[in-house]
């Protein structure tokens, strides 16, 4: 089944705690893209990558990493988590060239940072 | 610069009554429009998408949308409403023209939809 997958689902963590958002996409997609979903603000791109060790800035990079080792994952660093990171992310994927073809979206993960 | 309006916060519809959620872009060139929902702690899933041809197009679970390239819009509607359509609706669009995005989805804030038995 093609899928986009992200770990954890849901995480509470603390100010200034490193941690990582996991995600793989099974389609062999190149391109891949994170957004962070706030009430009021629809989707915000933080990040996006057309292809391994290819990644560039989104909307609102502040505060995050991302890496592109390989072509199925691309996870979501937070060096130091503050509460405005708090929120619920999405990791997407689409074939590269294709403009007119939609994203694969993961089932998002809830961040709370106290 | 690309943006997407979704003028209403929320809907409220009785089921079986026809439903419309409202959306209006604003991109340089010719756009590719997209629908999305979100149910309940779910991720998003795709709905439909207008790229060329046809201004009504057909998509998943009986929703269509009409777009109008002179009002700018891509409303989303469904003739008959679902208690089950009940979630959040997305509408994004994708300058393929836009430089520097890299054809980068634009969403809108989101459109909630209440349908009442």
């Known amino acids: 089944e093609a899928q986009v997958t992200q770990n954890p689902r849901y995480l509470i963590t603390v100010t200034g705690k490193k941690l990582t958002v996991t995600c793989s996409q099974n389609?062999?997609?190149?391109?891949m893209s994170w957004y962070r979903q706030d009430p009021g603000l629809g989707l915000r791109q933080i990040y996006y990558s057309m292809n391994v060790e290819v990644t560039d800035k989104g909307d609102v990079p502040e505060g995050y990493k991302v890496s592109r080792k390989e072509k199925r994952n691309f996870p979501l660093i937070l060096e130091s988590p503050s509460p405005n990171q708090t929120s619920l992310y999405f990791c997407a994927s689409r074939i590269q060239g294709g403009m007119n073809t939609e994203a694969f979206f993961g089932q998002g993960t809830r961040l709370t940072v106290v | 610069a690309q943006s997407v309006a979704q003028p209403e916060d929320q809907v409220n519809v009785a089921e079986g009554n026809p439903l419309t959620v409202k959306c209006t872009y604003s991109?340089?060139?010719?756009?590719?429009l997209f629908w999305y929902v979100q149910y309940p702690n779910r991720g998003l899933q795709f709905l439909l998408k207008?790229?060329?041809?046809d201004n009504l197009v057909k998509g998943s679970y009986g929703f269509e949308a009409e777009f109008n390239k002179s009002q700018t819009s891509f409303h989303l509607k469904k003739p008959s409403a679902l208690v089950s359509d009940s979630a959040l609706y997305f509408c994004a669009v994708r300058d393929p023209w836009g430089g520097g995005s890299q054809g980068n989805l634009i969403f809108g804030k989101g459109t909630k939809l209440s349908v009442k038995p």
């Open positions: 389609m062999n997609h190149e391109y």
């Open positions: 991109v340089s060139g010719n756009p590719y």
């Open positions: 207008y790229i060329t041809g």
